[in-house]
């Protein structure tokens, strides 16, 4: 049995896919306060009506709830998504049937401008491979008191590209700044005040082209939807560095896989791909310069915690009849 607690209170509280928010470090306490709370580690899709039958309140992450879910369970009142993205939840239909589906949009931010710099200094550095070679004797063998096997590289005086200048792109672009870096920024809403000598809005044609580093921090939209293509990749410098830790399908990886292949884009770093898990035909696999992570950024017990307090505190609101955070209003 996956289940982690069962207590009967208010309302029955059914969290669909609890393992990857508290894989054990956390507590449910604050949802046990508002209810009679099941957390199931896991749910595939053909279980999720079944397990959802008695539950007023449904907390998902990454487990879909379809119109034909809603339909089938009736008692349902809140839907409250353990994420930023939501696109999991048919909110439209959620919305017929007056149920308000709610998100965290901010948890995360330090979190994941960290890194977004761990991804690049791994690109600079090589760290973790020449730990390896020391490990398996290399250095204790060497004619010379040093060594490298890829280009080291030093970011001061460097353009940093972000793409999407929203909480976690100012907290990229502030890190950025700390390096001695200088910043180009795009996005549709401009706040003027963000602007100084090594911070500035710019085009995305000139973001593309003048930047080193391009950072994706974009919402995945119709318009964004593989805006790094071959045509915009044509845009950037030679030996550009491309990192994406927003969402998958910003990125066309067929194009991005060839121009890492031709050296048009030095390296790419992505904690997140278009399909997840990722298939083992992904054209990005076995790439010596594509370094790819598991959708960990937002992962530091940190940023989780903080999730979880956000995550009961929704619902607390919703309970009092002040929701918050509802995004099919």
């Not at 550095?125 to 030093?154: A, M």
């Amino acid at each position: 049995m996956d289940m982690k607690s069962k207590r009967r209170k208010v309302v029955n509280i059914v969290v669909l896919d609890g393992y990857t928010l508290n894989p054990g470090d956390l507590s449910w306490k604050g949802f046990e306060n508002l209810g009679n709370v099941t957390v199931y580690e896991r749910t595939a899709e053909d279980q999720v009506i079944s397990r959802i039958q008695d539950a007023e309140v449904v907390i998902t992450n990454k487990t879909p709830i379809s119109e034909e879910t809603l339909k089938a369970s009736s008692k349902i009142k809140y839907i409250g998504v353990l994420a930023t993205g939501y696109n999991v939840v048919d909110i439209k239909a959620a919305k017929e049937r007056g149920i308000p589906v709610t998100n965290i949009p901010t948890y995360g931010t330090q979190s994941v401008a960290q890194f977004v710099f761990a991804l690049l200094l791994e690109i600079c550095h090589r760290v973790g491979h020449h730990d390896n070679t020391v490990q398996e004797g290399r250095w204790s063998k060497s004619e010379d008191f040093c060594y490298w096997d890829y280009p080291l590289i030093e970011l001061a005086g460097k353009t940093m590209g972000i793409v999407g200048f929203g909480r976690i792109g100012q907290a990229v672009g502030a890190l950025a700044n700390a390096f001695g870096m200088k910043v180009l920024a795009y996005d549709s809403y401009k706040i003027a005040e963000l602007e100084t000598d090594m911070c500035s809005y710019a085009p995305l044609e000139t973001v593309l082209s003048q930047s080193d580093v391009i950072s994706l921090h974009a919402p995945l939209t119709d318009h964004t939807n593989e805006m790094i293509n071959a045509s915009t990749i044509s845009k950037m410098k030679d030996g550009v560095i491309l990192i994406n830790t927003s969402r998958g399908p910003l990125i066309k990886e067929t194009d991005l896989a060839q121009a890492l292949k031709d050296k048009k884009v030095y390296a790419a770093a992505l904690d997140v791909v278009s399909v997840e898990p990722i298939v083992k035909d992904n054209p990005l696999l076995g790439l010596d310069n594509c370094l790819i992570t598991p959708h960990i950024a937002w992962a530091p017990k940190e940023a989780r915690q903080r999730l979880m307090n956000i995550a009961v505190e929704n619902l607390q609101a919703f309970l009092d009849g002040k929701s918050v955070n509802v995004v099919n209003n």
